[in-house]
């Protein structure tokens, strides 16, 4: 079994690799991930990637929020240190309101951060990873999994017609910044 990995194509231009990918998609190519120095609009879609469903995360993030605030601020004000402050009720809810509001925010905030890193796998100190180090600057880059495809000539002849500036075979997962 070769020690090839990936197969890389890397393009000068955004319309050239999403022609590549159409290239690749016409033959039934499985194509691994694309790297871009910039967000390309589309390309989402043309590649099948599903909806996030970060707006779920969030909405059950601010819920846990809303009822944290509640449930600190009612056994607070409620239960352990009841007064009676100018004849006010113990439970006057909208005294309540800034709080749950800055909780929710907060723990939506915290929950959404935390949960980018686990989905990235880009924790704090960890030393990001990349295919090639120009996919960062300039370059686009298809990456072609070598396993899954076995006629790597087919793959670096529909690279060359869309018109890749080099075509790569990639022995490691990773190349790293370091």
């Not at 749950?100 to 990001?128: C, D, K, N, Q, W």
Request: one cysteine or more.
């Amino acid at each position: 079994m070769s020690n090839i990995k990936y197969i890389l194509g890397s393009f000068g231009d955004p319309d050239q690799m999403m022609d590549g990918i159409g290239k690749l998609q016409e033959q039934n190519i499985s194509i691994y991930d694309v790297y871009t120095p910039m967000p390309i609009h589309g390309i989402e879609a043309k590649l099948g990637v599903k909806r996030s469903r970060l707006d779920i995360l969030a909405f059950f993030c601010g819920i846990t929020g809303t009822i944290s605030a509640f449930a600190l601020i009612y056994l607070t004000s409620v239960v352990d240190w009841k007064h009676n402050i100018g004849g006010k009720p113990a439970l006057a809810m909208p005294d309540f309101i800034p709080i749950m509001f800055e909780l929710t925010i907060l723990f939506t905030a915290f929950g959404l951060v935390l949960s980018y890193y686990a989905s990235s796998h880009m924790f704090p100190g960890r030393a990001p990873r990349v295919m090639d180090l120009r996919a960062t600057n300039d370059r686009f880059v298809i990456a072609v999994d070598a396993s899954e495809n076995a006629d790597h000539s087919k793959i670096d002849e529909l690279f060359k017609q869309a018109g890749a500036l080099e075509v790569k075979y990639n022995e490691r997962k990773y190349i790293s910044y370091e």
